[in-house]
């Protein structure tokens, strides 16, 4: 018997349904060695892979190329992340964790944590190590872990689109980050299950991703404005080396600045209006935090846009509203000194350098908030010329990345990254004055040594403290670590020859050593954050990062299996419909039987998916019959005319020898074999 399908037929959905239940092949997915570049940014992430010689961003399963750095968890434990952790952010704002870049690698005593303690709608709490921490649910946290869900979403993203797994990324920091976010960001794509090959700066990338063929024998500047930092780095191209010359940033200023900024003016004007404080209101909060985002984003197009929040709040007198115009001048006014940081850096940036505006060739615009043209005017007044518009800055971060990913594949050669560490480093001396081992903008990777001796008498063991800031002052600048070095020979001070060596890698990421050159006594440390994620405590986050993604896994599999059920229950009766005066009153009672205990199952949301496919198989094999008097039915009706009487046509151009006037459905067997499904008679 000679299979044969319809292209026409109304049992069309009943076809497609049995192939979609217990009889597709499944794809085994197969280990890859690709290097991703992801983009972790503060309020959107972005996922790039080479595709033959250039870099291509991947669309998210929303259909976005950058994807929201949100996390929120539901009531019942389900995890969120990207576009729909976003859309229920209104009505969970105390468990829609956002812009937890901001605190990564930070403690929570921190000037900035403290800052952000006030104005985020979800808890900020501190660590049982002193870092700052999330909490959602009661339930806490790590800045990394969040950050880390996040990144398991660009893992997944990637995969989809590859159709392999992937197990190695580049993932981009701001340049002005330390010692312990980098470390931290290490430790989020660890917790992810990515080996991070590498650690790059923003600016950096964004240059590889410009392209050599437009910036090769160029100095240009980088200016890197997003949700919540701020960098600028001056870069020589030459050749194929892209050498960092010097950079300089805030890391606590971006475009979460820029909409709190926007909310607070929001919250005056509706207390003058309506003489209500809306401050301590979190669903109102989040309501205008959003319009405020909104706006900022449309005054970047427009003149003036509105803002309409109805039912913002209510009191004795009823529902209160908000109405509001808002102009591309007024909002600039509000945020004017926030652009106006931006300058400072910029001009100590160029003083590092040794560099003349006049020797700036390009000038790159990177992150959503260069977007807006009160930014771009300043870039303009300051550098005497207009930015490049040649990258999308939400994108060319990303691509950079993927672009470094192919050099340490091995795929691009002709390409060499010369980066820079952004802050001095070194090690407390006598009367806590801070004594420079590495000074800042030094080319990493890099190895410095310097010779200390004893501060008294008969001292024995000596204690480093790693720090890491511009000031004199050892209690000025940010201490990374510290470390004892012990079993020194007694002798009298200024004797005995401590050599302490601070190694950078091409990560950034710094490791200390102390010998005793008497005795060759040394001890050495890898640089974490102050406090930070020990190995355990990784292991334990990557033990739980594969729960939830076991979790996901099921509840959607367990979506897809009711979905494919109500679809064959919905497809069955209407071939049944179409097909019943052909079958006999026993293969009908069954079918039905079969239909209604499986309507019965979905009906009960508490149902387990193995359930659901058990009846859903028993349906399916049911409903063969009907299959079989569709055969039937279009051998019966061989007229010269090929139509069956059901509804559709077949293929006008099938060959109608054998008295078969059009192809139709049929009983088939392996469902694996597509070419087999897709004959046509003969």
């Avoid at 005593?109 to 709490?125: A, H, S």
């Avoid at 020589?236 to 805030?250: L, P, Q, Y």
Wanted: glycine residues 10%; contains cysteine; proline residues 3%.
């Amino acid at each position: 018997m000679t299979s044969v399908m319809s292209r026409g037929m109304g049992s069309g959905l009943f076809r497609s349904r049995l192939r979609a239940n217990g009889f597709k092949s499944v794809r085994k997915m197969s280990t890859g060695a690709d290097i991703i570049g992801i983009d972790l940014g503060t309020t959107n992430s972005c996922v790039a892979v080479m595709e033959g010689s250039s870099a291509r961003v991947i669309e998210n399963a929303e259909g976005m190329r950058t994807t929201p750095s949100i996390v929120a968890f539901a009531k019942d434990g389900e995890k969120l992340v990207g576009v729909p952790a976003k859309r229920q952010a209104v009505t969970n704002p105390e468990n829609t964790l956002f812009a937890t870049k901001r605190l990564i690698g930070r403690r929570w005593e921190d000037e900035e944590t403290q800052r952000d303690v006030k104005t985020m709608p979800y808890k900020i709490v501190k660590a049982d190590n002193g870092d700052a921490w999330v909490s959602a649910h009661d339930k806490k946290y790590s800045p990394s872990q969040v950050g880390a869900f996040v990144l398991q979403k660009m893992k997944e993203t990637s995969e989809s689109f590859l159709g392999r797994t992937v197990g190695k990324a580049v993932i981009t920091v701001p340049a002005y980050f330390n010692d312990a976010q980098r470390q931290a960001t290490k430790d989020a794509g660890k917790i992810a299950g990515l080996e991070v090959m590498r650690i790059i700066n923003e600016p950096t990338a964004a240059a590889l991703g410009y392209g050599l063929d437009k910036a090769d024998g160029k100095v240009i500047a980088v200016y890197d404005l997003g949700g919540g930092t701020f960098d600028v780095s001056i870069l020589e191209i030459t050749g194929g080396v892209f050498e960092v010359k010097a950079t300089n940033g805030d890391t606590h200023l971006g475009g979460e600045d820029f909409d709190h900024h926007l909310l607070e003016y929001l919250l005056g004007e509706f207390k003058k209006q309506e003489g209500i404080d809306l401050s301590k209101d979190r669903l109102a909060l989040q309501r205008l935090r959003e319009a405020a985002e909104k706006a900022k984003i449309e005054l970047s197009s427009t003149m003036q846009t509105e803002i309409n929040l109805p039912f913002i709040t209510a009191d004795q007198a009823g529902p209160k509203h908000m109405n509001l115009s808002l102009s591309r001048s007024k909002l600039q006014s509000i945020v004017d000194d926030l652009v106006t940081k931006t300058l400072d850096p910029m001009k100590a940036c160029l003083k590092d350098a040794g560099i003349q505006k006049s020797d700036i060739k390009d000038i790159l615009l990177v992150g959503g908030m260069t977007r807006m043209p009160k930014v771009q005017e300043v870039v303009k007044d300051f550098f005497g010329k207009d930015p490049s518009k040649g990258v999308n800055p939400d994108e060319v971060v990303a691509m950079g990345a993927a672009i470094q990913g192919g050099v340490l594949k091995g795929d691009i050669k002709d390409i060499l990254l010369l980066d820079v560490t952004p802050l001095s480093l070194g090690i407390e001396t006598l009367g806590g004055v801070f004594t420079r081992l590495i000074n800042r903008n030094t080319t990493v990777p890099t190895k410095k040594s310097q010779v200390f001796s004893t501060a008294m008498d008969n001292q024995t063991q000596v204690g480093i403290k790693v720090l890491q800031g511009e000031r004199q002052m050892s209690v000025d600048n940010k201490m990374l670590a510290n470390f004892d070095l012990v079993g020194i020979p007694p002798a009298p001070r200024g004797v005995p020859q401590i050599e302490v060596t601070f190694d950078i890698d091409a990560n950034g990421i710094m490791h200390v050593s102390a010998k005793d050159k008497a005795t060759g006594k040394e001890q050495s440390i890898r640089i974490q954050s102050s406090g930070g994620l020990s190995d355990a405590d990784i292991q334990n986050m990557v033990d739980n990062a594969e729960k939830y993604a076991a979790a996901d896994k099921d509840r959607k599999e367990g979506i897809e299996v009711r979905n494919d059920a109500d679809s064959l229950v919905y497809s069955t009766e209407k071939s049944l419909g179409e097909y019943k005066s052909n079958l006999g009153q026993a293969d009908i009672e069954t079918i039905e039987a079969a239909i209604s205990d499986l309507r019965t199952t979905l009906e009960n949301q508490e149902a387990e998916a193995a359930t659901i496919k058990e009846k859903t198989e028993v349906l399916q094999k049911a409903a063969m019959k009907i299959g079989e008097a569709m055969y039937k039915a279009s051998q019966s009706s061989s007229g010269g005319d090929g139509q069956s009487g059901t509804e559709g046509s077949g293929d006008d151009g099938a060959s109608k020898e054998g008295g078969e006037g059009r192809t139709v459905d049929a009983e088939y067997s392996d469902a694996d074999d597509e070419k087999a499904k897709e004959k046509k008679a003969q």
